[in-house]
Protein backbone atom coordinates (compact mmCIF):
# COMPACT_ATOMS: atom_id res chain seq x y z
CA UNK A 1 0.00 0.00 0.00
CA UNK A 2 1.94 2.90 -1.09
CA UNK A 3 -0.12 6.30 -0.24
CA UNK A 4 2.19 8.91 -1.24
CA UNK A 5 5.20 8.75 -3.05
CA UNK A 6 7.68 11.29 -3.33
CA UNK A 7 10.53 11.40 -5.92
CA UNK A 8 13.20 12.43 -5.80
CA UNK A 9 14.01 11.68 -1.75
CA UNK A 10 17.62 13.73 -2.38
CA UNK A 11 18.79 16.32 -5.03
CA UNK A 12 21.26 19.11 -5.01
CA UNK A 13 21.46 21.71 -7.35
CA UNK A 14 23.26 24.56 -8.42
CA UNK A 15 21.59 28.38 -8.34
CA UNK A 16 19.87 29.11 -11.17
CA UNK A 17 18.79 25.03 -12.10
CA UNK A 18 15.33 23.90 -12.69
CA UNK A 19 13.89 21.13 -11.36
CA UNK A 20 10.11 19.02 -10.94
CA UNK A 21 9.28 16.92 -7.82
CA UNK A 22 7.04 14.68 -8.54
CA UNK A 23 4.40 13.03 -6.54
CA UNK A 24 1.44 10.65 -6.84
CA UNK A 25 -1.25 8.71 -4.19
CA UNK A 26 -2.93 6.58 -5.08
CA UNK A 27 -6.00 6.52 -2.32
CA UNK A 28 -7.87 7.77 -4.87
CA UNK A 29 -8.18 11.52 -2.79
CA UNK A 30 -9.23 15.09 -4.63
CA UNK A 31 -7.09 17.13 -2.88
CA UNK A 32 -3.03 17.16 -2.86
CA UNK A 33 -1.06 19.39 -1.55
CA UNK A 34 3.04 20.95 -1.57
CA UNK A 35 4.61 21.88 1.86
CA UNK A 36 8.00 22.70 2.27
CA UNK A 37 9.57 22.64 6.03
CA UNK A 38 12.53 24.80 7.34
CA UNK A 39 14.13 24.27 10.65
CA UNK A 40 11.48 26.39 13.17
CA UNK A 41 9.53 27.02 10.60
CA UNK A 42 6.57 24.15 10.47
CA UNK A 43 5.09 22.91 6.92
CA UNK A 44 4.02 26.25 4.67
CA UNK A 45 1.50 25.68 2.62
CA UNK A 46 3.28 26.51 -1.33
CA UNK A 47 0.31 25.18 -3.44
CA UNK A 48 -2.80 23.16 -2.74
CA UNK A 49 -4.93 21.61 -5.48
CA UNK A 50 -8.91 21.09 -4.68
CA UNK A 51 -9.50 18.91 -7.37
CA UNK A 52 -8.15 17.67 -10.71
CA UNK A 53 -7.86 20.45 -12.81
CA UNK A 54 -7.94 23.42 -10.02
CA UNK A 55 -4.58 24.75 -8.60
CA UNK A 56 -4.41 27.63 -5.75
CA UNK A 57 -1.22 29.72 -4.11
CA UNK A 58 -0.66 29.08 -0.47
CA UNK A 59 0.91 30.61 2.15
CA UNK A 60 4.69 30.88 -0.15
CA UNK A 61 4.15 30.56 -3.83
CA UNK A 62 6.84 32.94 -5.06
CA UNK A 63 9.68 30.79 -7.34
CA UNK A 64 7.31 27.82 -7.59
CA UNK A 65 4.50 26.23 -10.40
CA UNK A 66 2.53 23.29 -10.32
CA UNK A 67 0.93 21.16 -12.34
CA UNK A 68 -1.71 18.59 -11.42
CA UNK A 69 -1.43 15.91 -14.18
CA UNK A 70 -4.26 13.95 -13.32
CA UNK A 71 -6.08 12.71 -10.02
CA UNK A 72 -3.49 11.14 -9.05
CA UNK A 73 -0.38 13.44 -9.66
CA UNK A 74 0.77 16.72 -8.54
CA UNK A 75 4.39 17.95 -9.43
CA UNK A 76 6.13 21.23 -7.93
CA UNK A 77 8.55 23.14 -10.15
CA UNK A 78 11.63 25.01 -9.67
CA UNK A 79 12.27 27.18 -12.76
CA UNK A 80 15.09 28.62 -11.76
CA UNK A 81 16.41 27.39 -7.93
CA UNK A 82 17.99 30.03 -5.29
CA UNK A 83 19.48 28.94 -2.43
CA UNK A 84 16.41 30.12 0.13
CA UNK A 85 14.47 26.81 -1.70
CA UNK A 86 16.57 24.40 0.14
CA UNK A 87 14.53 22.75 2.40
CA UNK A 88 12.55 19.78 2.61
CA UNK A 89 9.26 19.32 0.74
CA UNK A 90 6.18 17.66 1.54
CA UNK A 91 3.67 16.57 -0.36
CA UNK A 92 -0.15 15.26 0.78
CA UNK A 93 -3.09 14.27 -0.01
CA UNK A 94 -6.42 14.85 1.63
CA UNK A 95 -8.93 12.01 2.67
CA UNK A 96 -13.06 13.11 2.63
CA UNK A 97 -12.24 13.09 6.80
CA UNK A 98 -9.82 16.41 6.23
CA UNK A 99 -7.01 14.11 7.55
CA UNK A 100 -3.21 14.74 5.31
CA UNK A 101 -1.49 11.47 4.35
CA UNK A 102 2.13 13.09 3.75
CA UNK A 103 5.09 11.65 1.24
CA UNK A 104 8.20 10.31 2.77
CA UNK A 105 9.72 14.52 1.94
CA UNK A 106 12.10 15.12 -0.49
CA UNK A 107 15.35 16.95 0.95
CA UNK A 108 16.39 19.80 -1.72
CA UNK A 109 19.68 21.64 -1.30
CA UNK A 110 20.33 24.71 -3.54
CA UNK A 111 24.28 25.63 -3.14
CA UNK B 1 0.92 38.10 12.11
CA UNK B 2 1.08 33.97 11.05
CA UNK B 3 -2.56 32.63 10.88
CA UNK B 4 -1.18 29.97 13.15
CA UNK B 5 0.29 30.58 16.46
CA UNK B 6 2.27 27.71 18.68
CA UNK B 7 4.95 28.07 21.15
CA UNK B 8 8.15 26.58 19.55
CA UNK B 9 8.93 25.22 23.19
CA UNK B 10 10.88 22.77 24.54
CA UNK B 11 7.92 21.95 26.43
CA UNK B 12 9.65 20.00 29.07
CA UNK B 13 7.69 17.40 31.40
CA UNK B 14 8.69 14.64 33.46
CA UNK B 15 6.95 10.80 32.34
CA UNK B 16 3.50 10.30 33.81
CA UNK B 17 2.70 13.99 33.59
CA UNK B 18 0.49 15.99 31.61
CA UNK B 19 1.55 17.62 28.62
CA UNK B 20 -0.42 20.57 27.60
CA UNK B 21 0.28 22.12 23.92
CA UNK B 22 -1.68 25.25 22.66
CA UNK B 23 -2.45 26.94 19.48
CA UNK B 24 -4.28 29.93 18.23
CA UNK B 25 -5.51 30.66 15.47
CA UNK B 26 -6.51 34.20 13.35
CA UNK B 27 -9.43 33.03 11.21
CA UNK B 28 -12.57 33.09 12.94
CA UNK B 29 -14.09 31.28 9.44
CA UNK B 30 -11.80 28.28 10.60
CA UNK B 31 -14.08 24.90 11.01
CA UNK B 32 -11.39 22.15 11.09
CA UNK B 33 -8.90 21.99 13.31
CA UNK B 34 -6.28 19.15 13.75
CA UNK B 35 -3.11 17.76 15.81
CA UNK B 36 0.11 16.39 13.96
CA UNK B 37 2.63 14.29 15.45
CA UNK B 38 6.16 14.62 13.80
CA UNK B 39 9.32 13.02 15.14
CA UNK B 40 12.87 13.95 14.09
CA UNK B 41 13.04 13.27 10.20
CA UNK B 42 10.08 11.80 9.86
CA UNK B 43 6.59 13.01 8.13
CA UNK B 44 3.55 14.22 10.10
CA UNK B 45 1.58 12.12 11.35
CA UNK B 46 -2.59 12.82 12.54
CA UNK B 47 -3.54 12.20 16.25
CA UNK B 48 -6.39 14.08 16.36
CA UNK B 49 -9.04 16.36 14.57
CA UNK B 50 -11.92 18.24 16.01
CA UNK B 51 -14.41 20.11 14.78
CA UNK B 52 -16.96 21.46 17.45
CA UNK B 53 -16.11 23.06 20.71
CA UNK B 54 -15.41 21.85 24.07
CA UNK B 55 -13.48 18.51 24.22
CA UNK B 56 -12.63 15.45 22.46
CA UNK B 57 -10.84 12.36 23.69
CA UNK B 58 -8.72 9.47 22.45
CA UNK B 59 -6.96 7.46 24.66
CA UNK B 60 -4.26 9.49 26.45
CA UNK B 61 -5.47 12.50 24.49
CA UNK B 62 -7.46 15.23 24.51
CA UNK B 63 -7.90 17.80 21.93
CA UNK B 64 -9.89 20.98 23.26
CA UNK B 65 -11.62 23.70 20.95
CA UNK B 66 -12.95 27.17 22.03
CA UNK B 67 -13.50 29.09 18.66
CA UNK B 68 -14.59 32.33 20.23
CA UNK B 69 -11.27 32.65 21.78
CA UNK B 70 -9.71 30.91 19.29
CA UNK B 71 -7.64 28.58 20.30
CA UNK B 72 -7.18 24.71 20.27
CA UNK B 73 -5.19 22.81 22.44
CA UNK B 74 -4.09 19.22 22.98
CA UNK B 75 -3.70 17.34 26.68
CA UNK B 76 -1.21 14.26 26.21
CA UNK B 77 -2.11 12.01 29.84
CA UNK B 78 1.11 10.25 31.11
CA UNK B 79 3.30 11.18 28.99
CA UNK B 80 5.66 8.72 27.98
CA UNK B 81 9.04 9.17 26.73
CA UNK B 82 7.77 7.88 23.24
CA UNK B 83 5.67 10.96 23.03
CA UNK B 84 9.05 13.03 22.47
CA UNK B 85 8.20 14.90 19.32
CA UNK B 86 6.96 17.92 17.37
CA UNK B 87 3.52 18.76 17.68
CA UNK B 88 2.24 20.67 14.96
CA UNK B 89 -1.47 22.22 14.84
CA UNK B 90 -3.47 23.00 11.43
CA UNK B 91 -6.32 24.96 10.90
CA UNK B 92 -8.34 25.04 7.41
CA UNK B 93 -8.87 28.61 6.49
CA UNK B 94 -12.17 30.03 6.21
CA UNK B 95 -12.17 31.16 2.58
CA UNK B 96 -11.21 27.24 1.49
CA UNK B 97 -11.68 24.64 3.47
CA UNK B 98 -9.05 22.61 1.70
CA UNK B 99 -6.51 24.85 2.61
CA UNK B 100 -4.94 23.89 5.26
CA UNK B 101 -2.42 26.04 7.17
CA UNK B 102 0.32 24.83 10.22
CA UNK B 103 1.39 26.51 13.12
CA UNK B 104 5.23 26.18 13.40
CA UNK B 105 5.01 23.48 16.11
CA UNK B 106 5.40 22.60 19.71
CA UNK B 107 8.56 20.69 20.56
CA UNK B 108 8.07 17.89 23.11
CA UNK B 109 10.46 16.73 25.47
CA UNK B 110 9.17 14.14 28.11
CA UNK B 111 11.90 13.08 30.47
CA UNK B 112 12.59 9.43 31.56
Known amino acids: NAGVTQTPKFQVLKTGQSMTLQCAQD?????MYWYRQDPGMGLRLIYY???????DKGEVPNGYNVSRLNKREFSLRLESAAPSQTSVYFC??????????FGEGSRLTVL | QKEVEQNSGPLSVPEGAIASLNCTYS??????FFWYRQYSGKSPELIMFIYSNGDKEDGRFTAQLNKASQYVSLLIRDSQPSDSATYLCAVNGGDSSYKLIFGSGTRLLVRP
Open chain 1, 27 to 31: MNHNS
Open chain 1, 49 to 55: SASEGTT
Open chain 2, 27 to 32: DRGSQS
Open chain 1, 92 to 101: ASNGNTGELF
